[in-house]
C-alpha cells in the first residue's frame, strides 16, 4: 500500500515539475507617448548682389545669387512658406527669391519680395529635405539711380500645416 | 480508495518541497514608474529628435536554483503607431548579465538582458526611447510593455 502510494506521489510530483512554466515573473509597465506638430524650417547663406553693367539701351543687368540654401521638417499636411521682408525695396529695385520645393511640394517660382507676405512653397507634407537651393534676384530699372549698399533681412515662415 | 489513501501524502510531499530549508530569495522582477515622452522638435531637415526617458526602475531577484535568467519584454496589445518606435535598454543587475539593448519593442518578446545569474534585490534603471520619423505625422498613445523573467537555455 504504501508502495503504491509514493508511486502516486510519485506521479504527482513529475506531473507538477513538468507542467512548471519557464515563466518565473511577470510585470507590466504602462508607456505614454506623443508627438506634437512640428514645423521647423532653417535657411543658410547669406546673399549678396550688385548691379554693375547694363546692355545698351536695356535696363540694368539683372544679377542673381545661388548660394543659400533651406531646410524643412514637418509632420504635417500642406504646410506652405512663406517670404517678406521688413521694409520694401528701394524705388526701381526688385528683389525676389526662389525655392526649390521639397519632394511632393510645389514652387511658386520667383516671386518678388516685400513687405506684404507672398507664398513660395505649397503643399509640403510630412517630410524631411535639406540642402534646397534658394536663389535671390536683383532687378533695377535705369530710374533706381545709383543706391548705396543696404541689406533686407528676408523672413520665412512656415504655416498652414494641419 | 487507493487515489484517496496518497492524496494526503502527495500534497504532504508537494507542502513539504516547497517550504526552503534555507532563507533563499524569492525570484522577483518588479518596475516601477510609468515613463512619457512626448516629441515636439526637430533639426530642420532632419528627422523629429526623439526624447528618452530614464525615470523608471526594475528590481530583479533570482534564486540559485533558477539557473541563468533572461529579461524579455514586449508590448501589447497593438504595435506603435506607424512610423514610430519605442525602444528600451536596460542597465544590467549587479550579479551581471548580458544586454541586449536597445532593444526595439514589438508584439514579440525580445531578450534585454540575458544570462542573469543569482542575485537578490538588484535595482537598475530602465530607459525608454521614443522616435519617430516625420511621416508619422501627430500621435499620442501608450503601450503595456510586459517585462518576463524566463529561464535561460
Do not use: C, E
Not at chain 1, 18 to 46: E, M
Amino acid at each position: 500500500m504504501l508502495i503504491k502510494s509514493a508511486r502516486h506521489a510519485a506521479a504527482a510530483l513529475a506531473l507538477v515539475l513538468f507542467t512548471i512554466p519557464a515563466v518565473q515573473a511577470q510585470t507590466t509597465q504602462t508607456a505614454t507617448f506623443a508627438v506634437n506638430a512640428i514645423n521647423q524650417i532653417a535657411f543658410t547663406g547669406a546673399p549678396s548682389m550688385t548691379i554693375t553693367t547694363a546692355v545698351a539701351g536695356s535696363a540694368p543687368t539683372s544679377v542673381t545669387d545661388a548660394t543659400s540654401t533651406w531646410a524643412v521638417t514637418t509632420n504635417q499636411t500642406g504646410a506652405k512658406i512663406t517670404a517678406s521682408i521688413a521694409s520694401n525695396m528701394p524705388t526701381g529695385l526688385t528683389l525676389s527669391a526662389t525655392l526649390a520645393a521639397p519632394a511632393g511640394a510645389t514652387s511658386a517660382g520667383i516671386k518678388a519680395l516685400s513687405t506684404v507676405a507672398v507664398d513660395m512653397v505649397t503643399g509640403i507634407t510630412k517630410l524631411a529635405q535639406s540642402a534646397m537651393l534658394v536663389t535671390y534676384q536683383l532687378d533695377a530699372t535705369p530710374a533706381a539711380g545709383v543706391i548705396a549698399t543696404a541689406t533686407r533681412v528676408v523672413t520665412y515662415t512656415i504655416t498652414g500645416g494641419v | 480508495m487507493k487515489i484517496t489513501r496518497a492524496l494526503p501524502i502527495v500534497l504532504g510531499l508537494l507542502l513539504s518541497s516547497s517550504r526552503p530549508a534555507t532563507a533563499q530569495p524569492t525570484t522577483v522582477l518588479k518596475v516601477s514608474g510609468s515613463p512619457t515622452m512626448t516629441i515636439n522638435t526637430a533639426v530642420p531637415g532632419t528627422q523629429p529628435t526623439a526624447v528618452t526617458d530614464a525615470s523608471t526602475t526594475y528590481t530583479v531577484s533570482v534564486k540559485q536554483t533558477d539557473g541563468l535568467q533572461h529579461i524579455t519584454a514586449q508590448i501589447g496589445v497593438l504595435p506603435m503607431p506607424a512610423n514610430t518606435t519605442l525602444s528600451i535598454t536596460m542597465a544590467l543587475p549587479s550579479a551581471g548579465g548580458t544586454g541586449f539593448g536597445p532593444v526595439t519593442l514589438s508584439l514579440t518578446p525580445q531578450i534585454v538582458i540575458g544570462n542573469i545569474p543569482k542575485v537578490s534585490g538588484s535595482s537598475g534603471s530602465i530607459t525608454y526611447t521614443f522616435s519617430a520619423t516625420a511621416a508619422a505625422g501627430v500621435v499620442s498613445g501608450q503601450r503595456f510593455v510586459t517585462f518576463t523573467l524566463v529561464a535561460g537555455a
